[in-house]
């Protein structure tokens, strides 16, 4: 009989502890022909964080819980590698103080942070200008800055008053308007707003043409404005993992055991009265319930028997994800740093738009990181190797001089071509959806529940939200089962 969580309470507790902290992943498995997939309360599709920490609640709380990834490590769009003996993210890396769930989690599991190196000054270069200063502000004209310090507190004023679920006329306006008409609109100078589009772009993954300002201003009022979107030294880029962000994801895994299964991309969810059956490599598993904990266009993969209602259905072809290629240059020495720079730089023009100093937390491994996003992403994508290498590091010449020109290893992530991944850091909504469809983000059908940072209501695109998702499937799970209960009592 499949399990039924309407029918009470059907939740085993597995064999094995709970193992907060432990290193190594000798727990996980790689589905074969040998092991067999057994009837569980929920599957969930996905490890990442917001899949591997709603599968942890589970089983903390009872339930047997089986997590199906596709790929050959868990940890989704975090990826930690050893670069020269250090441990470097090619994927998300960074923590701030407001995220409070994620912190919480690392100090449960031992893990050592440190904070961004940010001493220095900062550099701007706008269409080849390059100037040095200090702060989140850069040092530009009395008036082009005035421009920029307004349009600061109009977006987060505006982010503080809009409600997407209030369908007023002004909701339909913003969503019907791009971040760029808005900003055409509000800030005058081109070179204020080239600086401004140069740091949402890393936010965002996506070009300010791209993006519904109804959108742009949720994002922004989740993440406690945008000077915290932005900034690092309290902000969101605050702090980094010693071992890398993976390393949390891995512990939570480790707790997880056997009930991690690698390689097992999920093809088809059937649902039924009184179950789901879940199809991976040909083979099928029974739950009472399925948390997908993907972006919607990669949820868009799967395979829904009977199909999705229309507006979730629609939703998945309309969040396409950012592009975004991390690039890490390593140097014998943080020379920047000698000449009183912070390893921080904004650039207008192509194809970075942001630096940070990305060196080991004992100093010992020099590393600059520069993102490539949207359309750089995509023009980065069409060049060899070689190109893109010679193509980065004269971003870096352009920030810091000629001794960027010669690492000693170059390392380039292109997130838009990973099959599991297809882009980051987050899916965007472009003018016109958001209103309409976010509400399917979160909106379980059936027995099918979403999870990932897209459907976060706080800390939207962060690790921190893919947290948020994961308590948030687990509380439905749960009062669904509690409800049952208490119906047959």
């Known amino acids: 009989m499949v399990p039924n969580l309407s029918d009470g309470p059907v939740g085993r507790r597995c064999s094995g502890s709970r193992v907060p902290g432990q290193r190594g992943l000798s727990g996980r498995h790689r589905l074969t022909a040998e092991v067999a997939l057994a009837d569980v309360d929920v599957v969930v599709v996905g490890?990442?964080?917001?899949?591997?920490?709603?599968?942890?609640?589970?089983?903390?709380?009872?339930?047997?819980?089986?997590?199906?990834?596709?790929?050959?490590?868990?940890?989704?769009?975090?990826?930690?590698?050893?670069?020269?003996?250090?441990?470097?993210?090619?994927?998300?890396?960074?923590?701030?103080?407001?995220?409070?769930?994620?912190?919480?989690?690392?100090?449960?599991?031992?893990?050592?942070?440190?904070?961004?190196?940010?001493?220095?000054?900062?550099?701007?270069?706008v269409g080849g200008r390059r100037q040095e200063y200090r702060g989140t502000i850069p040092r530009i004209s009395p008036l082009k800055l005035a421009m920029m310090q307004r349009a600061a507190w109009a977006v987060d004023a505006l982010a503080r008053s809009t409600d997407p679920g209030n369908p007023d006329s002004r909701i339909a306006d913003l969503d019907a308007m791009?971040?760029?008409?808005?900003?055409?609109?509000?800030?005058?100078?081109?070179?204020?707003?080239?600086?401004?589009?140069?740091?949402?772009?890393?936010?965002?993954?996506?070009?300010?043409?791209?993006?519904?300002?109804?959108?742009?201003?949720?994002?922004?009022?989740?993440?406690?404005?945008?000077?915290?979107?932005?900034?690092?030294?309290?902000?969101?880029?605050?702090?980094?993992?010693?071992?890398?962000?993976?390393?949390?994801?891995?512990?939570?895994?480790?707790?997880?055991?056997?009930?991690?299964?690698?390689?097992?991309?999920?093809h088809e969810i059937a649902s039924a009265a009184h179950g789901v059956s879940v199809t991976t490599g040909g083979k099928s598993v029974r739950a009472g319930r399925v948390i997908v904990a993907l972006p919607p266009a990669l949820a868009a993969g799967i395979r829904f028997d009977p199909g999705l209602p229309g507006r979730r259905a629609q939703l998945t072809q309309r969040m396409p994800m950012g592009a975004t290629t991390k690039c890490l240059a390593f140097y014998s020495e943080p020379f920047w740093r000698a000449d009183g720079?912070?390893?921080?730089?904004?650039?207008?023009?192509?194809?970075?738009?942001?630096?940070?100093?990305?060196?080991?937390?004992?100093?010992?491994v020099a590393a600059l990181v520069?993102?490539?996003?949207?359309?750089?992403?995509?023009?980065?994508?069409?060049?060899?190797?070689?190109?893109?290498?010679?193509?980065?590091?004269?971003?870096?010449?352009?920030?810091?001089?000629?001794?960027a020109a010669s690492p000693q290893e170059f390392h380039s992530q292109d997130w838009q071509a990973e099959r599991w991944t297809r882009g980051c850091p987050t899916?965007?909504?472009?003018?016109g959806v958001f209103a309409e469809f976010a509400p399917a983000l979160r909106e379980p059908v059936g027995r099918i529940h979403w999870a990932g940072t897209e459907t976060a209501a706080d800390f939207c695109g962060f690790m921190e939200g893919a947290i948020e998702s994961g308590e948030r499937v687990v509380a439905e799970i749960m009062a669904d089962q509690d409800s049952a209960m208490e119906g047959r009592s």
């Open 427 to 431: 899916g965007n909504f472009g003018p």
């Open 341 to 364: 720079l912070s390893g921080e730089a904004v650039l207008t023009r192509g194809p970075i738009s942001v630096t940070f100093d990305n060196s080991s937390a004992d100093g010992s």
């Open 178 to 266: 791009t971040l760029q008409q808005w900003a055409v609109r509000n800030v005058p100078s081109r070179d204020a707003r080239d600086i401004m589009f140069a740091g949402l772009r890393v936010v965002f993954g996506a070009e300010a043409q791209e993006l519904s300002v109804l959108w742009a201003l949720e994002y922004i009022r989740q993440s406690g404005g945008i000077m915290n979107l932005l900034d690092t030294q309290g902000g969101a880029q605050d702090t980094r993992f010693v071992a890398g962000a993976q390393s949390l994801s891995e512990a939570i895994a480790v707790e997880l055991g056997a009930r991690v299964r690698l390689g097992s991309p999920v």
């Open 47 to 125: 490890a990442g964080l917001a899949g591997l920490f709603a599968a942890r609640e589970l089983t903390r709380a009872g339930l047997d819980v089986l997590v199906l990834e596709a790929r050959d490590r868990v940890g989704g769009r975090t990826w930690s590698k050893s670069f020269q003996g250090a441990t470097f993210d090619v994927g998300g890396q960074w923590l701030g103080p407001a995220q409070h769930r994620m912190l919480r989690l690392v100090d449960e599991y031992g893990l050592s942070t440190f904070k961004t190196h940010t001493e220095g000054k900062s550099v701007l270069s």
């Open 370 to 403: 520069g993102f490539c996003v949207g359309q750089q992403a995509r023009n980065l994508a069409k060049l060899t190797p070689e190109q893109q290498r010679s193509a980065v590091l004269s971003a870096f010449v352009e920030a810091f001089g000629p001794r």
